[in-house]
């Protein structure tokens, strides 16, 4: 489950890096860095900043009576500050507040520097591009065999911009391929036939890599099948197209980023006071549930939100609605 979870993280780096570069870079306009950090910001952190502070005060409540009221409250305070400036990946000994706003914190450092080394990997030729992150990527991956990135490292965002590196040199090269009549009408034609062998090659991966005698798979294999999954899925074929198109997947796709936070909370409040063998009738009512909590955040609570943060702060963003859910 872990390398399952491993490749996932991979997955939704590469896409940040490939939305975010489709939206911003294929027109070789200007990204102006305080219009894309208010964009970014409206869609990540109302939900996140909601539910660090929720968890915050739980676990105020719930510590406070062992440790005392003025050394849990100075603890938990300084423990929410460092989340609410998305430090927490950079800092790992400390307790987290939400597990999973780690790869939030990770994103906020690929924000930051998007308006900069997007450009400078999006306004370059392809082959240019591909040798860029061709050599950030061999270069984090000698320091990581080297044995660098430990439990305890205080720079893994640092180590994990390869993949968003990763993500943008592949909207430069759907780009090329568009451009480029014969590659973009063959990408169409097999973009199904693509999509079916990157997921078969991410299953042996899953199922394999234990007999193997891996932890995972070398970072370089999961980049490229993820790369070419990316691609096929925005091949434009028809039938991955179908495959996408229902109404209620859209709905399950734009409530992503609200699943992905909610979830361990959720888990925490209702699952955990069942004790360790809550039952599959308890498991399923939290998965329903946390899904349906998601969907009605997203449309009644992140959506409210991010067009109030673009008022507030009257910004022009042009990421739709949809663009903006996927590039979480």
């Given at each position: 489950?872990?390398?399952?979870?491993?490749?996932?993280?991979?997955?939704?780096?590469?896409?940040?890096?490939?939305?975010?570069?489709?939206?911003?870079?294929?027109?070789?306009?200007?990204?102006?860095?305080?219009?894309?950090?208010?964009?970014?910001?409206?869609?990540?952190?109302?939900?996140?900043?909601?539910?660090?502070?929720?968890?915050?005060?739980?676990?105020?409540?719930?510590?406070?009576?062992?440790?005392?009221?003025?050394?849990?409250l100075v603890g938990v305070g300084a423990l929410f500050l460092e989340h609410v400036?998305?430090?927490?990946?950079?800092?790992?000994?400390?307790?987290?507040?939400?597990?999973?706003?780690?790869?939030?914190?990770?994103?906020?450092?690929?924000?930051?520097?998007?308006?900069?080394?997007?450009?400078?990997?999006?306004?370059?030729?392809?082959?240019?591009?591909?040798?860029?992150?061709?050599?950030?990527?061999?270069?984090?991956?000698?320091?990581?065999?080297?044995?660098?990135?430990?439990?305890?490292?205080?720079?893994?965002?640092?180590?994990?911009?390869?993949?968003?590196?990763?993500?943008?040199?592949?909207?430069?090269?759907?780009?090329?391929?568009?451009?480029?009549?014969?590659?973009?009408?063959?990408?169409?034609?097999?973009?199904?036939?693509?999509?079916?062998?990157?997921?078969?090659?991410?299953?042996?991966?899953?199922?394999?890599?234990?007999?193997?005698?891996?932890?995972?798979?070398?970072?370089?294999?999961?980049?490229?099948?993820?790369?070419?999954?990316?691609?096929?899925?925005?091949?434009?074929?028809?039938?991955?197209?179908?495959?996408?198109?229902?109404?209620?997947?859209?709905?399950?796709?734009?409530?992503s980023y609200g699943l992905y936070l909610l979830h361990v909370p959720v888990y925490?409040?209702?699952?955990?006071?069942?004790?360790?063998?809550?039952?599959?009738?308890?498991?399923?009512?939290?998965?329903?549930?946390?899904?349906?909590?998601?969907?009605?955040?997203?449309?009644?609570?992140?959506?409210?939100?991010?067009r109030f943060v673009l008022r507030f702060f009257s910004t022009r963003t042009r990421?739709?609605?949809?663009?903006?859910?996927?590039?979480?």
């Amino acid at each position: 489950m872990l390398h399952f979870t491993g490749v996932g993280v991979i997955f939704f780096f590469l896409l940040s890096g490939y939305i975010l570069s489709m939206v911003y870079l294929r027109d070789d306009e200007v990204v102006t860095p305080r219009k894309f950090w208010t964009a970014r910001l409206a869609r990540i952190y109302p939900l996140y900043f909601l539910t660090i502070f929720v968890a915050a005060i739980y676990s105020f409540l719930t510590r406070f009576p062992r440790l005392g009221f003025r050394r849990e409250l100075v603890g938990v305070g300084a423990l929410f500050l460092e989340h609410v400036f998305l430090l927490q990946h950079w800092f790992p000994q400390l307790v987290s507040l939400n597990f999973p706003t780690w790869s939030v914190s990770t994103e906020a450092f690929y924000y930051l520097l998007f308006p900069w080394i997007g450009v400078a990997l999006g306004h370059r030729s392809t082959r240019t591009s591909l040798a860029i992150a061709l050599v950030v990527c061999l270069s984090i991956e000698a320091l990581i065999w080297r044995g660098i990135d430990g439990p305890d490292c205080h720079f893994k965002p640092v180590l994990e911009l390869r993949y968003f590196v990763a993500g943008i040199v592949i909207a430069k090269c759907h780009v090329s391929l568009m451009h480029w009549q014969e590659g973009n009408r063959w990408l169409i034609h097999y973009g199904a036939l693509l999509c079916l062998v990157c997921l078969c090659a991410l299953l042996v991966m899953f199922e394999f890599h234990d007999a193997l005698g891996l932890d995972r798979f070398p970072d370089p294999i999961e980049i490229v099948t993820c790369s070419v999954l990316i691609l096929s899925c925005a091949s434009g074929n028809r039938w991955v197209t179908r495959v996408f198109a229902p109404s209620w997947l859209v709905i399950l796709g734009e409530s992503s980023y609200g699943l992905y936070l909610l979830h361990v909370p959720v888990y925490v409040y209702t699952m955990g006071r069942l004790g360790p063998h809550p039952g599959h009738l308890a498991f399923t009512l939290y998965v329903v549930g946390t899904t349906a909590l998601s969907v009605v955040s997203f449309y009644f609570f992140e959506t409210p939100s991010r067009r109030f943060v673009l008022r507030f702060f009257s910004t022009r963003t042009r990421e739709s609605i949809a663009e903006a859910s996927i590039a979480q």
